[in-house]
Nanobody, 115 residues
């Protein structure tokens, strides 16, 4: 089992920045990939960014150049630095951990970007 707890969401004006954190616990040795997903109002959940154990990152086209995913292995925490935020970035952001067998999800944190 893997437990994920997100934090750092909130309300920000367009052009502003936020940093999301995802603290992991449990069987973290089994995790292959960590990621952030988001679900805008009335839409399906979508990939934002992922990072592998080796540090390889992948981003959705809509956030490339604005968002940065990173990890601190000593703290068992994954971050999502979000800069130049746009109203269309408004969503519930979910942390995700992928193992060989399962996907684990956090409870989500709301990010609201006002215009």
């Amino acid at each position: 089992q893997v437990q994920l707890v997100e934090s750092g969401g909130g309300l920000v004006q367009a052009g502003g920045s936020l940093r999301l954190s995802c603290a992991t616990s449990g069987s973290i040795f089994s995790i292959n990939v960590m990621g952030w997903y988001r679900q805008p109002p009335g839409k399906q959940r979508e990939l934002v960014a992922t990072i592998t154990n080796g540090g390889t990152t992948n981003y959705a086209d809509s956030v490339k150049g604005r968002f940065t995913i990173s990890r601190d292995n000593a703290k068992n925490t994954v971050y999502l630095q979000m800069n130049s935020l746009k109203p269309e970035d408004t969503a519930v952001y979910y942390c995700n951990a992928k193992t060989i067998r399962y996907y684990y999800w956090g409870q989500g944190t709301q990010v609201t970007v006002s215009s």
